[in-house]
């Protein structure tokens, strides 16, 4: 997992608060590790930490063995250094190109090594806009919290409620409806 664990969670408590209309308070004890739960569920499918921008993340990556270099981001604001086995890469000429995705390219007919942990990037990179994942995180959050331990019906009396399931047979929980998954793929890396 290449994604930074101080990065913050995708929603915060009073977010979280305000988003079920008080029904979950924010200085309830659940609510800080559901927040990070989920935002974490979704960096590790993710594999990256998606937001917010990060200035001057290093990561240590594996050669390719190729001409085509796959950082670990989908958007790649400044690619601030490149080290290969040790060496500077030269980015400031014409024999590398790299993309708003992620993509480093040589370009003077050589490879990128393929050894192990040889190339180490320093890159600005990551999403400032995620209100989708905001609005995941919170969805995901308030459902697990709502029915903890999995309740589908509570009855006393003539009295009953009645909780929606996300999938067939999962009451609650943290499990992702079709439409939310939709949603997390389009920031999952592909390994190239």
Same mark, same amino acid.
């Given at each position: 997992?290449?994604?930074? *664990?101080?990065?913050?969670?995708?929603?915060?408590?009073?977010?979280?608060?305000?988003?079920?209309?008080?029904?979950?308070?924010?200085?309830?004890?659940?609510?800080?590790?559901?927040?990070?739960?989920?935002?974490?569920?979704?960096?590790?499918?993710?594999?990256?930490?998606?937001? @917010?921008?990060?200035?001057?993340?290093?990561?240590?990556?594996?050669? @390719?063995?190729?001409?085509?270099?796959?950082?670990?981001?989908?958007?790649?604001?400044?690619?601030?250094?490149?080290?290969?086995?040790?060496?500077?890469?030269?980015?400031?000429?014409?024999?590398?190109?790299?993309?708003?995705?992620?993509?480093?390219?040589?370009?003077?007919?050589?490879?990128?090594?393929?050894?192990?942990?040889?190339?180490?990037?320093?890159?600005?990179?990551?999403?400032?806009?995620?209100?989708?994942?905001?609005?995941?995180?919170?969805?995901? *959050?308030?459902?697990?919290? *709502?029915?903890?331990?999995?309740?589908?019906?509570?009855?006393?009396?003539?009295?009953? #409620?009645?909780?929606?399931? @996300?999938?067939?047979?999962?009451?609650?929980?943290?499990?992702?409806?079709?439409?939310?998954?939709? #949603?997390?793929?389009?920031?999952?890396?592909?390994?190239?």
């Amino acid at each position: 997992m290449r994604y930074i *664990a101080t990065a913050p969670d995708f929603a915060t408590a009073a977010e979280l608060e305000s988003f079920t209309k008080g029904q979950i308070l924010l200085d309830d004890p659940r609510v800080a590790p559901a927040l990070t739960a989920v935002t974490s569920s979704i960096r590790k499918e993710a594999g990256w930490h998606i937001g @917010p921008v990060v200035l001057g993340h290093s990561v240590t990556l594996d050669g @390719p063995g190729g001409r085509l270099l796959h950082l670990p981001t989908l958007n790649l604001q400044e690619l601030v250094s490149v080290t290969e086995l040790g060496v500077a890469v030269d980015l400031v000429g014409v024999s590398h190109d790299w993309s708003g995705l992620g993509m480093v390219e040589k370009r003077d007919g050589t490879f990128w090594t393929d050894r192990f942990r040889k190339i180490v990037v320093v890159m600005d990179h990551g999403f400032e806009d995620i209100a989708d994942l905001k609005f995941l995180t919170l969805s995901l *959050a308030a459902r697990g919290l *709502a029915s903890p331990l999995g309740a589908t019906r509570e009855q006393a009396g003539s009295m009953s #409620i009645q909780w929606g399931t @996300p999938v067939p047979g999962v009451a609650g929980g943290l499990v992702p409806l079709p439409s939310e998954q939709r #949603i997390m793929d389009r920031y999952r890396l592909v390994e190239g």
